[in-house]
């Protein structure tokens, strides 16, 4: 398995704020990264990806990509206690995706 | 996107046993995943299922105890196999969208063997 990395929180917050989550990955080949939520009980759906070096914007969620530090982050803004769920980064050095360990989010009303 | 129905949605099982699980797609697709993803654990990729060729297993997995088929373009089934407690998990089946797009996941098979 390519290793990804992600601190597993749980991460608390409180509404408004902003909420960073970092994840690391070990294989310099990998060329699409994404961020997936996951509620409990459910699959992941997708909130963004990112190939290129830099960040993107959308909405409340903006991902920053490093390839020279091996480094994928997402901001959230404004948290609301439906951001609360588990994220999951996920690396895809082609084909197959492999993902994180996941960060445990909590929005606090 | 792709949408995709995945059965039997969960299932309890006697250890010993072997349990499949169909994964079917609305469309197309090249390669199809599983993935298990154990309680309180992230996504695991399992193996890659390609249509007319074997399966390919990541490492600590096995075509013994996960024995995959991939009949046509649109329809695959994961088989665990002589099932132990340890095996209790999520089971997902995954597509991907197109060249460096997402994944779609089927809603996953939520296993128990007893």
């Known amino acids: 398995q390519k290793e990804v990395e992600q601190n597993s929180g749980p991460l608390s917050v409180p509404e408004g704020a902003i909420a960073s989550l970092n994840c690391t990955y070990s294989d310099r080949g990998s060329q699409s990264f994404f961020w997936y939520r996951q509620y409990s009980g459910k699959s992941p759906e997708l909130i ?30 404004d948290s609301q206690p439906s951001d609360s769920a588990t994220y999951l980064c996920a690396v895809s050095p082609g084909n197959q995706f492999y993902f994180g360990t996941g960060t445990s989010l909590t929005v606090i009303p | 996107s792709a949408v995709i129905s995945q059965k039997p949605s969960r299932d309890i099982c006697q250890r010993g046993t072997s349990l499949t699980i169909q994964c079917q797609v609305d469309s ?80 996953g098979t939520r296993l128990t063997v007893v």
């Open chain 1, 48 to 77: 963004m990806f990112i190939y290129s070096n830099g960040d993107k914007e959308d909405g409340r969620f903006t991902a920053q990509l490093n390839k020279a530090s091996q480094y994928v982050s997402l901001l959230i803004r």
């Open chain 2, 28 to 107: 197309q697709v090249t390669m199809m995943f599983w993935y298990r993803q154990q309680p309180g654990q992230s996504l695991t990729l399992i193996a890659t299922a390609n249509q007319g060729s074997e399966a390919t297993y990541e490492s600590g997995f096995v075509i013994d105890k996960f024995p995959i088929s991939r009949p046509n373009l649109t329809f695959s089934t994961l088989t665990v196999s002589n099932m132990s407690p340890e095996d209790s998990s999520i089971y997902l089946c995954s597509v991907e969208g197109g060249a460096q797009t997402e994944a779609f996941f089927g809603q």
